[in-house]
């Protein structure tokens, strides 16, 4: 039962971070005709920052296991 939880959690982790990399690409091509709110703005700033920190924690997270 565990192993599926945490089956469905990395799952759930990977579907959100599809959907932040779709997103933060859409706000990026707003963002070059200039035409971001200052909500949209924050949000494109946390959802860059928040794939790289991701990324990275991810990348640690493997080489420490190793």
Known sequence: ???V???LNEVSILILF???IILERS???KKKQGL???SETIL???T????LVYIVSYILLYIGTR
């Open 1 to 3: 039962m565990i192993s």
């Open 5 to 7: 939880l945490e089956s």
């Open 18 to 20: 599809i959907v932040a």
């Open 27 to 29: 706000l990026r091509k």
């Open 36 to 38: 971001l709110s200052r």
């Open 44 to 46: 494109y700033i946390v």
């Open 48 to 51: 860059s920052a928040t794939a």
